[in-house]
């Protein structure tokens, strides 16, 4: 039987590359190897009106001097790669979406490589986990955190606590571990099924066909329950998993303006 759904179709929007030892998403595993991993948003038509799921690097982290140094250089982190064709509003602009139109925003946590774009997105509500928030606000909560990013009085949080579902086909899983907030999607398409999105509870396809915990886990415990959970959901459902920092796959998907419907 089919479930029902109001999701009509799923847009995998490419937003750039992030130059990684493979550590950071492999723990402890393959830091001779330098990554070139892309990283993904989604855009969901809705029977209630465009829904983005997680929200790109801002750019303006890599073209300003100042800025760059402080969110990169000086953590002896390579900026990434935000090429004209990633810009999100290049993407939306090809789809005949504006930022105007998105009025429901869903992160899978803060991290900078997930909530570039909020400035232009402060019209919308914005959902995250409540831990997530937590851990974001604090004084220190980690290089990958990129508090200019976020800490806008003028963000119209929306804080959620384990698993919820936002509309019917559209539910999100507590999948902390990589951090205290971390959240995945399940979505169902009315012609494709199911489809999981695990974000950065696994960033490559090794990490869930041989269990390896992210490179950055508040709690290994819970990081290594959350790829337990998906590849479970992912056999039972007989889900389609899109991967988010996956170099390999990215290459395989069907990328906006086309989508999956
Ligand atoms: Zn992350």
């Known amino acids: 039987m089919t479930p029902a759904t109001d999701i009509r179709r ?4 490419l937003c750039g590359y992030e130059i990684l030892p493979k550590t950071i998403s492999t723990r402890g595993q393959g830091a001779r190897f330098i990554l070139s ?12 009106g465009w829904v983005l799921l997680d929200a790109g690097m801002n750019p303006e982290n890599i073209t300003d ?8 250089g000086r953590h002896g982190m390579t ?12 993407q939306l ?61 003028a963000i119209r ?10 509309m019917p086909g559209l539910h999100l899983l507590d999948t902390h571990g990589h951090t205290d907030g971390h959240q995945s999607a399940l979505l169902h398409l009315p012609g494709t099924g199911p489809i999981l999105l695990p974000f950065d ?5 090794e990490n869930f066909t041989q ?30 998993m899109l991967l988010f920092h996956d170099p390999v796959e990215i290459q395989q998907m069907r990328l906006a303006p086309e989508y999956y419907d």
Not at 132 to 148: C, K, L, N, T, W
Not at 201 to 205: E, N, S, V
Not at 215 to 224: I, N, P, S
């Open 10 to 13: 799923l847009f995998v929007l």
């Open 37 to 48: 991993e892309p990283v993904c948003a989604y855009l969901l038509d809705t029977a209630s």
């Open 65 to 72: 001097p100042a800025r760059r140094e402080a969110a990169f």
């Open 79 to 90: 900026p990434p790669v935000i090429r004209a064709p990633h810009r999100l509003e290049t």
């Open 93 to 153: 602009d090809q789809i005949g979406v504006r930022f105007a139109d998105i009025g429901h925003v869903i992160l899978s946590h803060l991290h900078f490589d997930h909530c570039g774009y909020l400035g232009h997105l402060r019209h919308a509500r914005i959902s995250v986990q409540r831990r997530e928030h937590a851990q974001a606000f604090e004084a220190d909560p980690g290089v990958a955190y990129i508090r200019s990013d976020y800490d806008d009085p």
């Open 157 to 166: 949080w929306d804080l959620r606590d384990g698993d919820w579902s936002a």
């Open 201 to 205: 509870a696994g960033d490559l396809r």
């Open 211 to 240: 269990e390896l915990l992210p490179g950055e886990c508040r709690d290994e415990h819970a990081a290594l329950a959350a790829i337990r959970r998906l590849k479970r959901l992912e056999h039972d459902l007989g889900a389609s």
